[in-house]
């Protein structure tokens, strides 16, 4: 398979959450022009994507929606389980923890640490919060593979170094802060404030637009 | 000011954190190539970057921390108070109104609803939380800009559909569904499943690489 284009992979999460809903309703082919109305693209561009993987579609016939749903799938990388443990058990790391989509998809969510003495030891639908003081261990002793961080950005930076340092290679940071390390390490950033300022510039742009 | 890109508009935000940590440091001036070396992008895409609003760096003099912060903050629409509420007031609900970054920004959480009984009347920093059933004229009767959708796809179109029939014309939307409005309602999306499907490519991308 060639290297497909970020742009596209950008796209990709969007075209699994349609085609899964179709599925789900039991449609079991969908021509480029019913998809593209469905999702607000154009014909072309879902053609242009879709032929990056190469013989999902057939002209005149449309594409199988369960066949297209379990490829682009298994792109995505959710066709192998990913063991996550989650940092920061405030709100956001609960929401993150009890988030039902990711369950059905392959996530199997390990643990959660927190350092709050009110929160370890709680019961949760994965298991009693953990003392963050073990995770160094812990992260040594299971597979784990993703990281999500939903903690401050003060104790963030620091936490997930050593965390490398202990084999961790993928973060999910809701931090508030960038983390640098070498390319061998992925991080995806999910900042939370960057986009309500998106949503803000949005809103000033339309408002002095009509001044 | 002549229109700005998407792509820059994408990246002030994260600008406008750098400067405010700086700012907070009490460093006074920076110069494009120190500000290169803090957020790991070229000089010469800053100075870019940078000059699309014009007269903020002077050669070899570098920029005003707190006026290009200043500034930044006015184009990101952050200069004015920006009444929300919330719409979902589970784990995630909660974790957005208590996101401290917010409240110093201009950001007033005006109420949270929810349709559990359980959560209505529960005391948050933000007062009680709401019945749903109120929302609308809530918002017909208070001047509520944005509504955080942080609730399950399923109502959340339909309320939002309701709620731009109140007046709302801007939704900051964490349900797992693309809401279709005409251009007059702003919508900035935040998909978190997507956000970790990107993450999960990423891993496998890098496994491929590696047979």
Redesign the interface.
């Known amino acids: 398979m060639n290297k497909i284009s970020k742009a596209v992979?950008?796209r990709?999460?969007?075209y699994?959450?349609y085609l899964d809903e179709l599925r789900q309703q039991n449609v079991e082919r969908i021509s480029s022009k019913e998809l593209s109305k469905l999702?607000?693209v154009t014909a072309s561009q879902i053609r242009q994507d879709l032929n990056n993987f190469g013989g999902f579609g057939q002209q005149g016939y449309g594409y199988n929606v369960q066949y297209l749903y379990d490829e682009i799938g298994k792109?995505?990388?959710?066709d192998?389980k990913?063991k996550m443990i989650i940092v920061g058990a405030?709100?956001?790391g609960?929401?993150?923890a009890?988030?039902g989509?990711?369950r059905n998809?392959g996530?199997e969510i390990a643990a959660l640490f927190d350092k709050n003495p009110d929160l370890i030891g709680k019961k949760t639908a994965h298991g009693q919060i953990l003392d963050i003081a073990d995770i160094y261990d812990y992260v040594k002793k299971h597979n784990v593979?993703?990281v999500a961080l939903t903690l401050p950005k003060g104790p963030a930076k620091r936490i997930a170094q050593k965390l490398v340092e202990c084999g961790v290679?993928?973060f999910?940071n809701f931090a508030?802060t960038?983390l640098?390390f070498s390319d061998d390490i992925?991080v995806?950033n999910?900042?939370?404030?960057?986009?309500?300022?998106?949503?803000?510039?949005?809103?000033?742009?339309?408002?002095d637009s009509k001044e």
């Open positions: 992979v950008t990709l999460p969007r699994y959450r999702m607000n792109l995505l990388g959710l192998v990913h405030g709100n956001l609960q929401a993150i009890n988030y989509n990711f998809r996530f593979e993703i290679k993928a999910w508030h960038d640098s992925i995806e999910v900042h939370l404030s960057e986009s309500l300022m998106k949503l803000t510039y949005r809103i000033s742009e339309k408002n």
